[in-house]
């Protein structure tokens, strides 16, 4: 099973993917977990992620491909792309990086979420981190989430059209309670 978890900042799309790797055991590929592990690897892959990031660079798809071939060489039950693709040039490189080692995208799940019901549940998120004595993550703030959220729309949302035109593309309501979230994707996984 290799699904991608489609949603923007906020909507839980990391919540359900460590629901998903609990429950099936597929594989988490967190493109910021699979750049920093490279960077400390030793490897080639490993030594182009730390140049480009000693230069204070962006990673290129490329080396963010490479990375993903690695792991999806590694085998498993599946795999969860979690950040990955962010925009439709990485969803055709991802795609044609499946074909290739004959692989499938099972479905792209989008989480739907109200953007004004997510602007409340960062603040919530911040004022609970505060209340508990823990750091407050820097975009935990109306304007910064707010700009984080336009960038989701401009680059990652076409990603919706693009698998929809594919018959990829399932729905489920990210506004529910997260168990009811969890069991609207097991229902659109055939379970």
Request: proline share 4%.
């Amino acid at each position: 099973m290799n699904i991608i978890l489609l949603g923007p900042p906020g909507a839980g799309k990391g919540t359900q993917a460590k629901k998903l790797v609990e429950d099936r055991g597929v594989v988490q590929l967190s493109t910021g977990d699979m750049l920093r592990a490279a960077r400390s690897s030793g490897t080639e892959m490993g030594n182009r992620v730390a140049a480009v990031m000693d230069r204070g660079e962006l990673v290129t798809d490329e080396i963010v491909i490479g990375l993903i071939r690695e792991k999806l060489e590694e085998g498993g039950k599946g795999f969860i792309f979690d950040g990955f693709p962010r925009t439709l040039a990485q969803a055709d490189a991802l795609g044609d990086l499946l074909t290739e080692m004959g692989m499938k995208l099972d479905a792209a799940i989008e989480l739907k979420v109200d953007d004004e019901a997510l602007v409340a549940r960062i603040v919530k998120r911040a004022e609970e981190s505060r209340a508990a004595g823990e750091p407050v993550r820097k975009d935990d703030t109306p304007e910064v989430f707010s700009d984080r959220l336009r960038e989701y729309y401009k680059k990652t949302a076409p990603l919706l059209g693009y698998y929809y035109a594919k018959g990829d593309l399932r729905q489920v309501d990210g506004m529910a309670p997260m168990d009811q979230v969890a069991a609207q994707i097991a229902d659109v996984l055939g379970d």
